[in-house]
């Protein structure tokens, strides 16, 4: 629950448990109970409210002042009422994680971690690109050319374009060869293993 400056608290209720407390975070108050609060035993939260010696002051309505972000302090109190993370759309989940850890709530900071990594793992999930090579070569390079072609290059097309070489009496025939393979991107783009090998197969017999 938020509230404005000025607002009245609710009457406190019977024993520490029932009792209201103001939270004044960045100028703005929000308004919840020392049981929400201290839900996480180690957390800064549940310390101050405890009566701890944190250094925390307060204002001329006695709200305990905070000098942190009050737009993500919102989804870390529902969090401690009932245990799940609701964040709007347009919220950053790395704001919020930075202050999980201020107040060191550790079962939020797991959570906010874990949906990031998978979020990244998502990202990076993305469908292959087909790369295709033509390459040139004359007829005697041919079936060398493809008995080594490997590490993922797939031969798809040959084309005959006739002679252009004559040695003695012998036409040498040329051929296009057509290859290709599937590149899979990362966050780092092509591995430097794929790119070494694709310029190697590049220089093979190309002359285009």
């Keep these: 629950m938020r509230m404005e400056a000025g607002e009245a608290a609710p009457p406190a209720g019977a024993g520490g448990w029932g009792k ?6 960045g100028g703005t108050v929000f308004l919840t109970t020392r049981q929400t609060l201290c839900r996480e035993q180690k957390s800064f939260l549940s310390r101050l409210c405890q009566g701890e010696e944190l250094q925390s002051d307060r204002d001329e ?41 201020f107040y060191n709530i550790g079962p939020l900071i797991r959570i906010i971690k874990d949906r990031m990594e998978e979020k990244d793992y998502t990202v990076t999930q993305v469908p292959p690109k087909h790369v295709y ?21 797939r031969f798809e097309q040959l084309v ?29 783009g092509l591995s430097s293993e794929s790119s070494r090998k694709t310029k190697l197969l590049q220089a093979r017999g190309t002359r285009m």
Aim: with cysteine; glycine share 8%; hydrophobic share 35%.
């Design 160 to 188: 005959n374009i006739g002679s252009s070489y004559n040695y003695g009496s012998e036409d040498q025939a040329e051929f296009l060869c057509v290859v290709s393979k599937e590149l899979y991107s990362s966050p780092h």
């Design 20 to 25: 209201w407390v103001r939270l004044n975070v």
């Design 133 to 153: 090579r033509v390459l040139q070569c004359q007829e005697e390079e041919l079936t060398q050319m493809v008995s080594t072609m490997s590490d993922g290059w």
């Design 61 to 101: 309505t006695g709200a305990y002042l905070i000098d942190r972000d009050p737009t993500y302090f919102g989804p870390i109190l529902n969090f401690l009422r009932h245990g799940k993370l609701v964040l709007d759309k347009d919220m950053a989940e790395e704001g919020v994680l930075e202050e999980a850890e």
